[in-house]
């Protein structure tokens, strides 16, 4: 084993996993939530990647998240048209369409709700566990 081989890992399906600020079940609905990269799977690691790969069944997606904040940055990115959300910052409510970012300071209160379509969200915060 070379001296870095360790910081190459293979994603996992999150599954049944807890994931706080979020209802397990809605989640599910939309698809598989993959991690890319976390604490667990590296040591000392200080970011969190998740992939959750979307397909809305029905009128619109499933109410899955609180309202919460964080103490780091996070930032969703849609990377390929398809997907149209909903996200609250601050006071604020705002929807968009795929692709787009969102950035969301440390300690602004957010929510994001995917209403309808298929493709990919990739979930980034600056931690090295949120589970």
């Known amino acids: ?5 360790h910081l190459i890992v293979k994603p996992f399906d999150w599954e049944d996993r807890d994931l706080v600020f979020h209802n ?3 989640l599910s609905k ?5 991690s890319f990269l ?3 799977m590296v040591d000392g690691a200080d970011i969190n990647i998740f992939v959750h790969h979307i397909e809305v069944k029905g009128d619109k997606g499933p109410d899955y998240v609180e309202v919460h904040t964080h103490d780091v940055s996070q930032a969703y990115v849609f990377p390929e048209a398809g997907l ?14 795929s ?7 440390p300690g602004i209160k957010h929510n994001l709700k995917i209403i309808e379509g298929k493709g990919i969200e990739v979930c980034i915060l ?6």
């Open 1 to 5: 084993m070379g001296k870095y081989e």
């Open 24 to 26: 397990a079940n809605g």
């Open 30 to 34: 939309l698809g598989p939530l993959v």
């Open 38 to 40: 976390n604490r667990e």
């Open 84 to 97: 149209r959300f909903e996200v609250i910052l601050g006071e604020e409510t705002y929807q968009a369409e």
């Open 99 to 105: 692709p787009a970012t969102v950035f969301i300071p």
């Open 126 to 131: 600056r931690k090295g566990y949120y589970g």
